[in-house]
Structure formats: structure tokens, C-alpha cells
């Protein structure tokens, strides 16, 4: 039979992070695991690792390697507990086979459904790969095959291969497989098959090149391959299929040339994740002092417990925020990012430095409130005016004890000390607090975020904490604005009532 036609060579697209899946059909031989394919893609990810790339490894073979130890295979329609014992008992041998073939340390990654429609586990995974990648380590990434059930399956590796580009975000996703690319037809059954080296849609059309399943030992084909490089396209992530069965084809890609098919992305994985922050709803903010903000503008860096003076808003974990800088009563939008931390957590770290987290929550998420990966630059920001400054806008204004409390003691604002609420404001805006000098003069000394209406407060002034729920027949808490949502005014400026 002739053989189908070379598929030409072509530039790889520039990478730094990539996701490198292995099927079972490449790491299968007699009687468990063979080094046969798996030694040239490993001497594949020990080059990309020496220019300072990063990668992480999905790999099949763990019911594989089960069988091996067992020597037997599974049984045709072997009940789904059968495969799981296999994978149970092939897991440590997986990771030991992969281990063989690296100096630095390699580290099992087993992720379910839920790690990854959970919004929780997933950003705890990502969190982890991330930390993994960081400290050198290559993760190796499989399916948890010993709990998933059919309804909670990922599905193929190509699948999860996808998800992990994803997750982490790769700049592009290889996947080797046993063919040298796509075809316009199966080059099994058709030697005239032509290649076809570079996809920019995926349609109908290119779903109907792809055959059915894959091997006895798989339960990947092309069709799957397809459906792994539209998940990961829609990401802005770039999928290259390649041949893992020829040496030199890998060798070849380590120097940034491929044969085999190259899936364009629909965008750039920068612009699709950056526009989605972008636009992503939100009216939740994180205000910064004007340090952090130069630091996220020029020089691109993450965002700091250290720099944050005033959170507004409810968040949780995950969320988009805005993050903004104030200038006098105008607070101006400068980005937008993911936020590692809630809002409740990230008033107890304000102005905290980024060792201290752990001490403070008890828990870390990591040094980083917002990673600057996860961080979005608004060009021209929205701006928007916050409540302050003069009889009509409201303020409260404080007695000198409770303003010593405030400047020296870090204190939070409490009814006791409160002897004036001119103008009106609502719950949960931000509002100044003035201290009362000679005559008519008052000082504004902070700003911070209520958790009282100035009616309210009003009603509360002079009083007690302990007597809020008596006097309002409700509490929101013991004061009037938390020392958390408290920021100081560098330098207090006299105003008059008049």
C-alpha cells in the first residue's frame, strides 16, 4: 500500500507554557508501560524545560499499568469497578515510569469533575499547578479514573488536556498521538489521504476527517482530538498535533518546528482572557493606594495586601473586582482581575504585608491578592464620584478621643464618639469622618465604608455599641465603620461648615 503524502514543516507558534498529552496508545507495550515512545517526548519536555519553558504532562496509562502488574487485561465490557482497580493499582507505577526519565521531581495530579465545574476546587487546582510549575516540579495530570463515575467523567484525556491548558493558562496544547497529523481523509483505508497542515476553523467539515475511536488500549480518536482543540481554541489556546511514535518529529520540536497539524486559536489567549475580564459584570471594588497602582500600570505586577486601602462590595473567591485609585472624592477604574481572596479576607489583610496572611487568616491562598496572570489594565477607566465632603453630601464628624482612637490606636469607628452626621448616606458607601476642631472647623482624618445609614447613625450617636439592636431593633454589626474599611487621609484638610 502507498504510503499517504509527508505532512511539510512548518514554525511552531512562540510558546513559554504548554500542556503535553500522552495517550495509552503510545506508553502501552508487552505486559504494562513501555519507554519505547515515551523516552523521545521525554527528551522533548527535558529541552523545553532547559530554555526556560514550563510544561505539564497528561498522560494516560494508568489502567495500563495496572494491567501489567496483574497481567491480565481488562475483560471485554469490563464493569466500570474493574477499570478502576486497574488504575488504582497502575497510578504509583505511572508516576514512577515517568519519573525515570527526569532529575527534577515529578508530581501526580488527579483531577475529577468537580475539581473543575466546582468554582472552589478549581481555582485550588490551578493554585496548585501554578506552585508546582513554580517551584520546578513537572506535574503529571490524569483523570482521577478510581472514584469518576460515568456521569462525572472528563471524559478522553484529549479532553482533559483541553481543561488543563486551560486552567493553567498554556500558550499551547501538544498533543501526541500515533499518525503524523489530520487528514483530509483516514490515511488507513485511503493512501491518497492528503495532510492537512493547518486548521483556522473547526467546522463540520473538519469533524468529518476524523475517523471513529482509537485503540483497543485508548479511548481516544481523532474526532476526540478535534473536540480538544475547539476547547482549547475557544480558550485562545493554539493545539498542535504531532506523531509521538517518530523521534525525530519530537526532536524537531524542540527546535520549534512541527510536522504535523497546527489548530489556530480563534484569539490570542491573552486578548480572550484579558477581554472576558474586561467586560466581565462587576461593581465590586478594591481601591489602591497610589504606589500600587504605578506598580500595576508600569511595571505589570500583581496586586498586594500591602497596597489596598479601602475594599467596596461583597466578594468571594474567584470573582472579577475592579481595582481602582482615588484622587480626592473621584475613584478611577485601572483594572480589572480575579481575586484570589474574599472580600471579608482582604479587609482583614488591608496594608498587611504579604508574610503576614497566614498569621492573620490562618489559611493562604498565596502572596498575591490579585496575580498579575490574572489581572487586566483598563486603558481609560471608568470613573465615578463617591460620597464625601460637605453638609449635603454627609459626613460624620467624631469627638477628639475617638479621632485619637482612629490616628494612634488603629481603632474602628463606634456610636460613642460620634457627635455629628451632617448630610445623608446610605448603607455601605464611603463616606468621610471628620474630627471637630476650634469653631466651626472640622478635619477630615478618614474615609471609610459604612454599615450604617447616616439616619441611623444619627439615632446611635453617643451611644454605646451594646445598645444598637435596642435602639435600631437590629444590629449590622458593633460599628459604625469597621477599622478594616477604614483608610487615614495622609494629609487631613481643614473645612469649615459655613
Not at 527526569?102 to 475529577?112: I, K, M, Y
Not at 483556522?200 to 475517523?211: C, K, N, S, V, W
Request: proline fraction near 3%; aromatic fraction near 4%.
Amino acid at each position: 500500500m502507498t504510503a499517504p503524502a509527508a505532512f511539510a514543516e512548518q514554525p511552531l507558534p512562540a510558546w513559554k507554557r504548554a500542556v503535553l498529552k500522552v495517550g495509552s496508545s503510545l506508553l502501552a507495550g508487552e505486559g504494562g508501560l513501555s519507554s519505547r515512545n515515551a523516552e523521545h517526548l521525554a527528551a522533548f519536555v527535558r529541552h523545553a524545560q532547559a530554555q526556560g519553558r514550563e510544561v505539564v504532562i497528561v498522560s494516560s496509562g494508568a489502567v495500563a499499568a495496572g494491567r501489567g502488574i496483574l497481567h491480565a487485561a481488562p475483560r471485554p465490557g469490563a464493569a466500570m469497578a474493574e477499570r478502576q482497580a486497574l488504575a488504582a493499582l497502575g497510578q504509583a507505577k505511572l508516576m514512577a515510569f515517568w519519573q525515570g526519565f527526569f532529575e527534577r521531581p515529578v508530581a501526580q495530579v488527579l483531577l475529577t469533575h468537580d475539581d473543575v465545574r466546582n468554582r472552589r476546587r478549581y481555582l485550588n487546582a490551578r493554585a496548585t499547578l501554578r506552585e508546582l510549575l513554580r517551584r520546578g516540579a513537572l506535574p503529571i495530570v490524569n483523570e482521577n479514573d478510581t472514584v469518576s463515575v460515568d456521569e462525572l467523567k472528563l471524559g478522553d484525556n484529549d479532553t482533559l488536556g483541553a481543561i488543563v491548558a486551560a486552567l493553567i493558562d498554556a500558550d499551547v496544547l501538544f498533543i501526541a498521538t500515533d499518525i503524523d497529523g489530520l487528514y483530509d481523509s483516514d490515511p488507513r483505508r485511503h493512501p491518497d489521504a492528503r495532510p492537512v497542515l493547518t486548521v483556522t476553523e473547526i467546522g463540520e467539515d473538519i469533524l468529518a476527517m476524523a475517523g471513529g475511536a482509537g485503540t483497543a488500549v485508548g479511548t481516544g480518536g481523532m474526532r476526540t482530538k478535534i473536540h480538544a482543540a475547539r476547547g482549547a481554541s475557544v480558550s485562545g489556546i493554539d493545539t498542535v498535533l504531532f506523531n509521538g511514535t517518530r523521534a525525530e518529529v519530537a526532536k524537531r520540536l524542540g527546535e520549534d518546528r512541527l510536522a504535523g497539524t497546527r489548530f489556530v486559536s480563534e484569539r490570542s489567549r491573552l486578548l480572550a482572557r484579558k477581554q472576558w475580564m474586561r467586560h466581565a459584570p462587576t461593581r465590586d471594588t478594591i481601591v489602591v493606594d497610589d504606589g500600587a497602582a504605578a506598580a500595576l500600570r508600569e511595571r505589570g505586577a500583581s496586586l498586594l495586601s500591602s497596597g489596598i486601602l479601602i475594599v467596596m462590595g461583597e466578594f468571594g473567591r474567584g470573582d472579577v473586582v475592579r481595582i481602582a485609585s482615588m484622587a480626592g472624592d473621584v475613584v478611577t477604574e485601572i483594572a480589572r482581575g480575579i481575586t484570589q481572596y474574599s472580600s471579608a479576607d482582604v479587609r482583614r489583610l488591608l496594608r498587611r504585608r504579604s508574610s503576614d496572611i497566614l498569621t492573620i487568616l490562618g489559611y493562604t491562598y498565596g502572596d498575591t491578592i490579585v496575580h498579575r496572570d490574572d489581572l487586566a489594565l483598563i486603558e481609560s477607566g471608568h470613573e465615578f464620584r463617591v460620597r464625601r465632603q460637605g453638609r449635603d453630601n454627609g459626613r460624620i464628624e467624631i469627638d477628639a478621643g475617638a479621632a485619637q482612637a482612629i490616628l494612634q490606636h488603629g481603632a474602628s469607628l463606634l456610636p460613642i464618639g460620634i457627635v455629628s452626621v451632617p448630610g445623608h448616606f446610605g448603607r455601605g458607601e464611603l463616606i468621610d469622618v471628620c474630627v471637630c476642631g476650634a469653631g466651626d472647623a472640622v478635619s477630615p482624618i478618614a474615609r471609610g465604608v459604612t454599615r450604617y445609614s447616616a439616619e441611623e447613625v444619627r439615632r446611635l450617636m453617643g451611644r454605646h455599641s451594646a445598645d444598637i439592636d435596642a435602639v435600631l431593633g437590629y444590629s449590622k454589626g458593633d460599628t459604625i465603620i469597621h477599622r478594616d474599611d477604614l483608610s487615614l487621609l495622609s494629609t487631613p484638610q481643614k473645612e469649615s461648615t459655613e
